[in-house]
């Protein structure tokens, strides 16, 4: 398994680090066989996995429920875990807490916030607790309310400037890595050069030093649109469905179960069945 020092060491040698989300023990097994370099436990589970229309109702608990699937499907990869909309800004006691739970009731190595200002105090105190941080910036879910809508970021002057303070202060908290959410690829590529710890980019070009996207938007797994910065390299949804629609179809037309599927007594067992 690949830690913190090795992301480091990728991007010194410019080797790419690939993150991809997983939510459960059969996603989480798929992406450590596909060879992801960390795996995310993303709160975007709130929309792909519990069909909620924002990351903000995603509790702890939910979290934690699925963090701890993830880990039993993906024994030997870095896991990551977010911390969910308001768990961090309370105070640092309610961070250390959460972040705590989040790292020891599932086995995650990592938590990973969103934003910087008030955010970056919190990143200092868990990284001098033990717990590895990814920082969160650019686009930043949890804030689709204060940001009017998920919009590319930093595009005017003052907006890139103050994220590329912004990550800096990500680095020097103690961040291990800069997760950079839809910023035009100039910026993306000024964030990288400038920082030593990895930027991990998704809709942020290609300059950056790794890449992460979700699940099932990779694979075009239950959600019907994708934002431009997806690219979706197979569409299971019409296979899956297809699938149940030919189980349902053999079912009413008595095609299924077939005789292989069936189980059968011998004429001893008959005979005790009838008496
Ligand atoms: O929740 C998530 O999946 C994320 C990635 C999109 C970076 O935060
Ligand atoms: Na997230």
């Known amino acids: 398994m690949k830690q913190t020092t090795e992301f480091l060491k990728m991007k010194q040698n410019n080797e790419k680090i ?3 989300t997983a939510y459960d023990y059969p996603s989480a097994k798929q992406a450590e066989q596909g060879g992801v370099d960390l795996i995310l436990v993303g709160d975007s589970l709130g929309m792909v996995v519990l069909g909620y229309d924002s990351t903000i109702p995603v509790t702890m608990d939910d979290m934690i429920h699925h963090t701890k699937a993830v880990k039993r499907g993906a024994k030997d990869t870095f896991i990551v875990a977010d911390m ?3 768990t961090y800004h309370l105070s640092i006691k309610d961070t250390l807490i959460n972040a705590g739970r989040l790292i020891q009731e599932t086995g995650a190595h990592a938590v990973k916030l969103e934003g910087a200002d008030d955010v970056i105090e919190k ?3 868990l990284t001098k607790a033990g717990i590895p941080v990814c ?3 650019g686009l930043t879910p949890q804030s689709v309310g204060v940001l009017g809508g998920y919009k590319v970021q930093g595009k005017d002057a003052g907006a890139a400037k103050k994220l590329l303070e912004d990550a800096k202060k990500c680095e020097h908290a103690g ?3 800069v997760v950079l959410e839809c ?3 100039q910026l993306a590529d000024e964030v990288t050069n400038t920082l030593s710890i990895p930027v991990i980019g998704i ?3 290609i300059e950056v030093d790794g890449q992460v996207l979700v699940y099932h938007d990779i694979l075009g797994y239950g959600v019907e649109r994708v934002p431009k910065f997806v690219k979706q390299y197979t569409s299971v949804n019409p296979f899956m469905i297809e699938s149940i629609q030919s189980y349902v179809s053999e079912v009413k037309n008595n095609q299924f179960p077939e005789e292989q599927h069936s189980f059968t007594m011998n004429e001893q067992e008959l005979k005790g069945l009838y008496g």
């Open 18 to 20: 690939v993150m991809l």
């Open 84 to 86: 969910p909309f308001l």
């Open 123 to 125: 990143i200092a105190a």
């Open 135 to 137: 920082a969160h910036l």
């Open 175 to 177: 961040a291990f890595a």
């Open 183 to 185: 910023v035009p690829k």
């Open 203 to 205: 809709g942020a070009g």
